[in-house]
């Protein structure tokens, strides 16, 4: 049995910790309140502008389409991993990473895949491959749709300029603080909707059909990733709220296993003495 100085040290280390992960959790759960208001506030918006953008996608022919959707035989591939600059969130990052590896290992093993980072976690895990290029991580320090946009202009640019036939978004749809859903976006080209009625539907523009192109489906893209990073943020918050009241629970459990282990050991060094001090008295009196 470990003897009374070590178990102390460790109930102290486990306390010490124990402070620490319920501080994290604490703070994990103010930001996410505002993480969460934001994207619940920002999602019908989101949804509902993609759905009318692939409805207008759908009524676009040869003479009048965007050039966001043309669709190209799929040679280069880019997917955009959505991850954090942090740890300590769980399963949150390792579950992206699992997932962008799949596509690039089945579901793209015939064509030549690249990475755009947007977090410190999935530059960490790709750039080994030398195939990351461009690491948006510091837009978590200030995330704004301003800065989102200009990352999704740069993707609109890679794939109009023909560096991609195809752009893939990956990232942790929030469902609940304990629960996050890894979802795989395509971004590019866009994707009509099916069906035929509203494939031919006899649409009114106004304005031109041209002028709402030029600059409906920019924005809704930009939007499109901007709700992704946006559900992504409040994602992490959600699962390192989650991990840190695991680690917290285990924490205690732990700490109070080694309090009575400490116990057990002092009552037992307790007894010894007593026994030795029995021992010798009646050592003395014989």
Known sequence: ??????????????????????????????????????????????DKLTELLQTLSATLNDDSGSIYATQREVKKVLIVAITSNRGLAGAFNSNIIKEVNRLTEETYVNQDVSYVAIGKKANDAFKKTNKVIADNST????????????????????????????????????????????????????????????????????????????????????????????????????ARMTAMHKATDNATELRDQLKLTYNKARQAAITNEILEIVGGAEALNN
């Open 1 to 46: 049995m470990a003897n009374l100085k070590e178990i102390r040290n460790r109930i102290s280390s486990v306390s010490s910790t124990m402070q620490i992960t319920s501080a994290m959790k604490m703070v994990s759960a103010a930001k996410l309140k505002k993480a969460q208001d934001a994207i619940t506030a920002m999602r019908p918006y989101a």
């Open 139 to 238: 837009v978590f320090d200030d995330l704004t749709f301003n800065n989102v946009a200009a990352i999704a202009q740069d993707l609109m640019d890679k794939f109009v300029a023909g560096d991609f036939d195809k752009i893939e978004i990956v990232y942790n749809k929030f469902k609940n603080a304990a629960t996050q859903i890894v979802m795989t976006e395509q971004f590019l080209p866009l994707i009509p909707v099916e069906g035929e009625g509203n494939a031919n539907a006899d649409y009114i523009f106004e304005p031109s059909k041209t002028e709402i192109i030029e600059e409906l489906i920019p924005k809704s893209l930009k939007i499109q990733l901007y709700k992704g990073i946006r559900d992504s943020f409040a994602s992490e918050h959600g």
